[in-house]
C-alpha cells in the first residue's frame, strides 16, 4: 500500500499485508506474489475475473483480488477460511474480545477438574527428562485418546480420568492432537477458543483464521506441518534425545497470546478492492463451473506424491469444525501414526497412475473456456536417497502437453526474472537453479 491507501504493485512488506503468511506452509507463494500478479494481469482478458484454480493459504488470491475479482476455489475447506479471512477480514471489538475469550474461560473452568491430572503429567515428563525421558516420548506416542491406552500407568489413569468429560466432538484437538502435535494444555485452550468462535459468532472466518495460525505456530514437528508428529525414538526402539529441546520450547507456545497476535495481525489487513467467490471443490468442479466473466486461470496444483490433505489434516478439522475420525495404518487397526482424517482427498495432481491425464483435463478445460492459463512449477530437485524422483511430471513434459492445447507456451523464470518462449523443446536446463517458475499457455 502506498501513503494513501492504494495498492502498490511492488510487492515487499507494506500495511497491506502483501507478505502475509497465515499459516506455515509447503509451496508458499509469499515470494513470488509479484511476479505472479503481474502475469496475470498482462494475459488476463481486460476487466475479467481470475480462477486460482488451487488457492492454498490464498496468499495468491489476495493479491489478484487488488486488481479483479477472483473465484478462489481448493478441495480443502481451510483455503475457503483464509481466503474470506484474507479478502475481507472481520473487525473484531474489544467487547467481542473479551465475550470470547470469557467464554472459552468458561469452557476450560468446566473441564479443568478431570483434566488437571493430565495437564500435570505432561508438565512432569517435560521438567524430568534428563532422569525420564520414556515418559515425555510416551506423550508422542500414546498421548491421543484415539489410540489405545498404553503406556506409563499415569498417562493411562490421566486419559481415562479426562474421558469423563471429553468427547471427540466437544474437545476434538484435545481428543486427538493433545500429547502428540501440541501439549494438553495447548489443546484444550485451542478447544476452547474453538468453542467460543462457533458459539460467540458462528463461526466467523477471521477468528477461525486466527486460531489455524496460533495451531500452525505451536505444533511441535519440523517445519510446522501435521504430516506426522516427531519420531522419539530409533529404528531399534532406543530413546533419542535430540527432539526434545525444540518439542519442549514448542509446547511453552503460549495459545491465547498467539491467538490475539493472529487477530491483530488480520485486523491490520486492508480488504481487497475487488470481491472473492471463495469455494470449496475439486478442479474438476470448478473448472466446469466457471462462467464467462472469468478472463484467466492461475493454478499451482501439487506436484510430488505429498497430499497436502496429509500435511494440514488438522487446520482442516479446525476450519470444519468437525469430528474427523483416523484412517488407520494400511491392513491394519491401528490409528496411522500421523493421526489422518478419515476420507481425506487425494489429488491426482499427487498419483503418478493419475497426474497426466489431470493435466491433461486442466489444459483441455482451460483452452474450451478459451482463457490464457498460468501454472505455477518448481523445476525437479536431485530429490534423496528413498525418493529419487521429487516431481511426478516434469517441466519439459508439462511445456509439451501444453503446446497441444495453446498456440503460445512461454516460461517465466521467478527467481531471474527472465523470460523466454519455448514451442516442444528441451526447458529442464533452462530453469537450472531457479527456485520457481511459470508456464504460460495462451492462444
Known amino acids: 500500500m502506498d501513503s ?8 515487499g512488506s507494506n500495511a497491506g499485508g502483501e507478505d502475509f503468511r497465515p499459516v506455515h506452509y509447503i509451496g508458499n507463494k509469499s515470494r513470488y506474489l509479484h511476479a505472479i500478479g503481474q502475469t496475470v494481469d498482462r494475459i488476463a482478458r481486460p476487466g475479467s475475473a481470475a480462477c486460482d484454480l488451487f488457492a492454498g493459504t490464498s496468499v495468491v488470491t489476495r493479491r489478484l483480488a487488488h486488481r479483479r475479482e477472483v473465484v478462489s476455489a481448493d ?33 476450560l473452568r468446566t473441564v479443568r477438574p478431570q483434566t488437571m ?4 503429567y505432561e508438565l512432569d515428563a517435560q521438567t524430568n527428562t534428563q532422569s525420564d ?23 493411562v489413569e490421566a486419559k481415562r480420568r479426562a474421558r469423563g468429560i471429553l468427547t471427540p466432538d466437544s474437545a476434538t484437538l484435545t481428543w486427538y492432537y493433545g500429547g502428540v502435535y501440541f501439549s ?3 489443546a484444550l485452550e485451542m478447544d476452547a477458543l474453538r468453542h467460543a468462535i462457533r458459539v460467540v459468532t458462528g463461526n466467523n472466518e477471521t477468528l477461525v483464521a486466527a486460531l489455524m495460525g496460533t495451531a500452525s505456530d505451536a505444533v511441535s514437528t519440523v517445519g510446522n506441518h501435521f504430516a506426522q508428529p516427531v519420531q522419539p525414538r530409533y529404528r531399534d526402539g532406543s530413546l533419542k534425545r535430540s527432539w526434545v529441546a525444540s518439542v519442549s520450547r514448542r509446547r511453552q507456545h503460549p495459545v491465547v497470546d498467539t491467538f490475539l497476535r493472529w487477530l ?3 485486523e491490520s489487513l486492508r480488504p481487497t478492492a475487488h470481491r472473492v467467490s471463495a469455494i470449496t471443490s475439486d478442479f474438476h468442479q470448478t473448472l466446469s463451473g466457471l462462467g464467462p466473466e472469468v478472463g484467466v486461470i492461475y493454478a499451482d496444483p501439487p506436484y510430488t506424491r505429498d497430499h497436502y490433505s496429509r500435511f494440514y489434516h488438522v487446520l482442516e478439522t479446525i476450519a470444519l469444525d468437525d469430528n474427523p475420525g483416523v484412517t488407520p495404518t494400511p491392513g491394519t487397526a491401528t490409528p496411522s501414526r500421523g493421526l489422518y482424517r478419515v476420507g481425506r482427498h487425494q489429488s491426482p495432481f499427487s498419483i503418478r497412475s493419475q497426474v497426466r491425464p489431470a493435466f491433461q483435463e486442466l489444459f483441455a478445460q482451460a483452452k474450451r473456456l478459451d482463457v490464457p492459463l498460468v501454472l505455477s512449477y518448481s523445476p ?5 536417497k528413498a525418493r529419487r524422483e521429487t516431481r511426478l511430471m516434469s517441466m519439459q513434459d508439462l ?12 516460461l517465466v523464470k521467478l527467481d531471474a526474472s527472465t523470460h523466454s518462449r519455448f514451442n516442444r523443446v528441451e526447458v529442464n536446463a533452462a530453469v537450472e537453479g531457479a527456485a520457481e517458475a511459470l508456464i504460460v499457455a495462451t492462444n
Open 4 to 11: 494513501d491507501g492504494e495498492y502498490n504493485d511492488h510487492g
Open 75 to 107: 478441495i480443502q475447506a481451510y483455503s475457503q477460511v483464509l481466503a474470506r479471512a484474507l479478502t475481507q477480514p472481520y473487525r473484531v471489538s474489544s467487547n467481542d474480545v473479551a465475550t470470547l475469550l470469557g467464554v472459552a474461560e468458561d469452557w
Open 117 to 120: 491430572s493430565l495437564v500435570a
Open 133 to 155: 525421558l520414556e515418559s515425555f516420548a510416551a506423550l508422542v506416542e500414546h498421548g491421543s485418546f484415539a489410540v489405545d491406552d498404553i503406556g506409563p500407568r499415569q498417562l
Open 184 to 186: 494438553y494444555l495447548q
Open 264 to 266: 491483530a495481525r488480520y
Open 380 to 384: 525437479m530437485s536431485e530429490g534423496t
Open 399 to 410: 511445456v509439451e502437453m501444453a503446446a497441444n492445447y495453446f498456440t503460445n507456451v512461454d
